[in-house]
Structures are given as C-alpha cells and as structure tokens.
C-alpha cells in the first residue's frame, strides 16, 4: 500500500490521460479483500496430503503454546503442501 501511495500521482495521471481530462483527482487506498462471488473464482485442485507430510507438520507445530498461533500455522502448512 505504500508503494501504491508512493506511486499514486503516476496513477491519477494515466488515468485522466485514458480517460480524457481530470476525471480522478485522488485515490484512497484501504487495505481489505476484494468480495468476488464465489463462481468467478478458479478452482484451487488440491492433492491430499501424505502421511510424511502430515507428521511433517504436526512436528513441525507441536512446539507452539499458542493454540490459536498453532492452528493457523498448521492450516497454513497443509494448505502450502497440498498442491
């Protein structure tokens, strides 16, 4: 987002110049997901993990105390190793 502000001069410029005149004169970015609906995204094919990568990853986060901070870097993992 700051590259985008650093940028954001060049960006109201081409956009007036393809759009004929000073239609932008500024641009507010906000972090956040776009809402798409759920039909215009691509199918992610994920294969199932394997038993190695499996035990893989719970090594990996039995370590972590923080139940919350373990299971999003668990599901982090298994989202990583299914492709």
């Known amino acids: 987002m700051n590259e985008l502000r650093f940028h954001m001069e060049d960006i109201i410029k081409k956009v007036n110049a393809e759009t004929g005149g ?5 641009i507010v970015f906000k972090p956040g997901r776009l809402n798409e609906p759920e039909k215009e995204r ?15 990853i719970e090594k990996t986060v039995s370590g972590i105390k923080d139940p919350q901070l373990r299971d999003a870097i668990k599901r982090a993992m298994e989202k990583g190793k299914g492709y």
Not at 22 to 26: C, M, N, Q, W
């Open 22 to 26: 000073g239609t932008v004169e500024e």
């Open 42 to 56: 691509p199918a992610i094919k994920r294969r199932p993990l394997t038993v190695e990568e499996r035990v893989f």
